[in-house]
């Protein structure tokens, strides 16, 4: 794995001790990020060598990403790690011509839709998300939604209905029209 990111040549004005650093930081860190990326990048092992170089360098160069001990992040450097292999999901689907009869068997126009899906799910406001996710990812019955949130069903019904017309605005105004 010494081949993904050749830590001498990346030297972006600090001193040399951040070398070591560096290289802890990948001896440490590379191969659980690598293994992580490739099964978000479906198998795609270059797109996840990207990724895990960009993530390694934003770790290097943001304080945050150690803790006070000096240790490394493994949930901001996983957190990052997803961050990017989604929004190079994204740019992956932006530049693909849009195919209004995508195959729903092919693994890739899957991986691509569930990201798409997951973060317009995710910018929805938390009354609205929280009802849709039960209702149709959890596969609850609305009085039971109800019951857990401590809402009437009808409450549920109207936040099911305001999430499920938002979800598809921002599915939309993202580009994301696949029915």
């Known amino acids: ?21 560096l290289r802890e930081l990948y001896e440490t860190q590379a191969a659980p990020l690598l293994g992580y990326v490739v099964r978000l ?13 960009e993530t390694l360098l934003r770790a290097w160069r943001n304080p945050q990403a150690r803790s006070d001990d000096g240790r490394w ?7 990052v790690a997803r961050n990017l292999a989604i929004d190079h ?3 992956a689907r932006q530049t693909q011509p849009v195919d209004e009869h ?24 938390d009354r609205w998300r929280s009802v849709l996710v039960e209702v149709y990812l959890r596969d ?15 409450t549920v019904k109207s ?13 939309h105004a993202r580009g994301f029209d696949h029915g």
Not at 1 to 21: E, I, K, L, Q
Not at 41 to 53: F, K, M, V
């Open 102 to 125: 995508a195959d729903p068997d092919n693994p890739v126009d899957r991986i691509l839709d569930a990201a798409e899906v997951r973060v317009a799910i995710a910018s929805l406001p």
């Open 73 to 79: 992040g493994q949930q901001w450097l996983f957190t």
């Open 41 to 53: 990048t479906n198998g795609d092992r270059h797109r996840a060598e990207d990724i895990l170089q």
């Open 1 to 21: 794995m010494t081949d993904v990111m050749d830590v001498s040549a990346v030297r972006p004005g600090r001193p040399s001790t951040d070398d070591g650093a």
């Open 140 to 154: 609850r019955p609305g009085a039971q939604v109800a019951e857990m949130l401590g809402i009437p069903v009808g």
């Open 89 to 91: 999901l994204r740019t």
């Open 159 to 171: 936040r099911l209905f305001h999430a499920l017309r938002a979800l598809r605005q921002e599915l």
